[in-house]
């Protein structure tokens, strides 16, 4: 119940192009959904979260697209450029503790 | 700088050796963690520090020894490990119910055993 599942494992995209990756959970627990950007020799940087009271959330070109009766959640990155490049990771947590559940990664190249 | 810088940032270490990586936040948070990312592997959570005290350590060996002398500093200490230990290990910190804001990651130590 505290698996976060996360797809797909790696991919490529144009630049110009709108890549998706998805998660879901399963745990009706959790509260709090963010999404990691990793590049290469760096901690991952927080890049955007949502809570469950909304179904999607928009900052510059990254959207969360949040479906609470599925229990699933996604990231599109709008015209995605190659410095887009990096590991994404979907996250889950309960509000009420400090510890997030990470999905597996998924490795985006973005081709110029 | 994120606001949690961990040092050193490159370590290489024989199987027998002794050697600790440290970890500070400056961020004001209460919660401080320890993650091991290998290669093609997910985030693995090993240890959770609330208010300075342990409350999770995640069935790792104990040649791994962790140490949160106080809100703002993290320590792991290492001995006699394993090749299979080399990993980029990642601290983060985070304020109790995330406000937000989740974790906050450092760059993380590359560690090398030989």
């Known amino acids: 119940q505290q698996q976060v599942k996360q797809s797909p494992q790696s991919l490529i995209v144009q630049k110009g192009g709108i890549p998706i990756i998805n998660c879901a959970y399963e745990n009706t627990a959790f509260d709090y959904f963010p999404w990691y950007q990793q590049f290469p020799g760096k901690g991952p940087a927080l890049l955007i979260a949502?809570?469950?009271?909304?179904s999607e959330k928009k900052e510059g070109r990254f959207t969360i697209s949040f479906n609470k009766s599925a229990k699933q959640f996604s990231l599109h990155i709008m015209d995605s450029q190659p410095g887009d490049s990096a590991t994404y990771f979907c996250?889950?947590?309960?509000?009420?503790?400090?510890?997030?559940?990470f999905g597996k990664g998924t490795m985006l190249l973005v081709s110029p | 700088e994120t606001g949690v810088t961990q040092t050193p940032r490159h370590l290489v270490m024989g199987m027998t050796n002794k050697k600790s990586l440290k970890c500070e936040q400056h961020?004001?948070?209460?919660?401080m963690y320890w993650y091991k990312q290998s290669a093609k592997k997910p985030l693995e959570l090993m240890f959770v520090?609330?208010?300075?005290?342990?409350?999770e350590n995640n069935s790792v060996p104990s040649r791994f020894s962790p140490e949160c002398p106080n809100s703002s500093h993290l320590f792991l200490h290492l001995h006699t490990l394993q090749p299979e230990d080399s990993a980029l290990y990642l601290c983060?910190?985070?304020?109790?119910?995330?406000?937000?804001?989740?974790?906050?990651f450092g760059s993380g130590t590359r560690l090398t055993v030989v």
């Open positions: 961020l004001g948070h209460n919660a």
């Open positions: 949502i809570r469950p009271d909304v």
């Open positions: 520090y609330s208010l300075e005290e342990r409350v």
């Open positions: 996250a889950a947590g309960n509000s009420g503790y400090s510890t997030l559940t």
């Open positions: 983060a910190s985070s304020q109790e119910g995330f406000g937000g804001y989740g974790y906050t």
